[in-house]
């Protein structure tokens, strides 16, 4: 199967913003979800957000919330998050996938890394 390719990660300092992209296969964006996740080494995977195939529903974790805003591009395969105001503890590999995911659609992940 074609794995998700994330990209757009990088080292900035807090407060400050990223904005990664999602080029995905046409399954993942079949779904009726698709999701970002997140894993810091030693720690478990978490959700961070989702949004629905038309783009007009989104769902964010708590910790994310009013800071990070997902998109998606359904005719590039490609889905986006914005993430603004960013925190030391944002600090992770992220990844995209279905929502909820299939173990087969991870992808290499992008690492983010927030300084201070």
């Known amino acids: 199967q074609v794995q998700p390719v994330e990209s757009g990660g990088g080292l900035v300092q807090a407060g400050g913003s990223l904005r990664l992209s999602c080029a995905a296969s046409?399954?993942?964006?079949?779904?009726?979800?698709m999701g970002w996740f997140r894993q810091v080494t030693g720690k478990e995977r978490e959700f961070v957000a989702a949004?629905?195939?038309?783009?007009?529903?989104?769902w964010y974790a708590d910790s994310v919330k009013g800071r990070f805003t997902v998109s998606r591009d359904n005719a590039k395969n490609t889905g986006y998050l914005q993430m603004n105001s960013l925190k030391p503890e944002d600090t992770a590999v992220y990844y995209c996938?279905?929502?909820?995911?299939?173990?087969?659609?991870w992808g290499q992940g992008t690492q983010v890394t927030v300084s201070s």
């Open positions: 996938n279905t929502y909820p995911p299939s173990p087969g659609n």
């Open positions: 046409g399954r993942i964006f079949s779904s009726d979800l």
């Open positions: 949004i629905s195939r038309s783009g007009y529903s989104t």
